[in-house]
């Protein structure tokens, strides 16, 4: 499963075979890619520019949710995942790529009145979230949620945060933006804190689908992180929860 390469001619003509009804929808895609990219100047614009897409015919879709049966699924996973891994009440968490609150609402009603943080590049997403706030009742939680145009996290305290999640940011990320946010991420944690992130894995080529989804094998994003100063490892036991991405936990040296 890891090992292919989702750009390759062979697995798509594979593919196609395999799932005919999808080739219009994959051709719609690959055109409104084109187009998009050619309208934006940077990825962030571009993926800005999608999810506004994607947010239009539906919010949880935006977020990679079929439905909201998967939204709220997804959403329990990851919050249950967190639960066994160290995270309390008490913690202050940063959420990055927060979208419209799929775990956020878990952690912002777990969480101790105005201990989350969510960030997202996309307005369009966190007016959704905005609702969903409304929806599980949780005003009263004073979550914080901020619009940001990239990750080098400037407008935040040093040493603030600690618990930094993102969830399903860099398997839509290029390297270039993963490395920004490696680079600066460490300043705004606490000295024992901890930066989960999961991403697509290939145990292969690395790779690309369209401007979209990026595949990278761990030791890329390993050695990333040590190269900016933070140790990282990979989390075997996410992968054991049926998700189709994989995990990398990052902490401050001792």
Known sequence: MHG?????LSYK???????PDRISGYARRRGRDAM??????????YYRAVMRADATRSSDGAVGSRSRDSWLRVGQLQFDYLLRHGLTPGMRMLEIGCGNLRAGRLFIDYLDTGNYYGTDISPDILLSAEHTISEFGLQRKLPHLTLIDDLRLEFLPDECFDVVHAHSVFSHSPLSVIEECLAHVGRVMAPAAFFDFTFDRTDGAEHQVLRED?????ETL?????????????????????????????????
């Not at 292919?4 to 390759?8: A, F, I, L, V, Y």
């Not at 003509?13 to 799932?19: D, K, S, T, V």
């Not at 998009?36 to 614009?45: E, G, I, N, P, Y």
């Not at 990026?214 to 761990?218: D, E, K």
């Open 4 to 8: 292919k390469n989702r750009s390759g």
């Open 36 to 45: 998009l990219w050619l309208a934006t100047r940077d990825h962030v614009s």
């Open 222 to 254: 390993i050695s990333l992180a040590r190269r900016h100063g933070l140790d990282a490892c990979f989390m075997p036991d996410w992968e054991e929860t049926g998700h189709q991405q994989s995990r990398i936990r990052v902490t401050r040296p001792a």
């Open 13 to 19: 003509i594979a593919y196609a075979i395999r799932n």
């Open 214 to 218: 990026f595949y990278y094998q761990t």
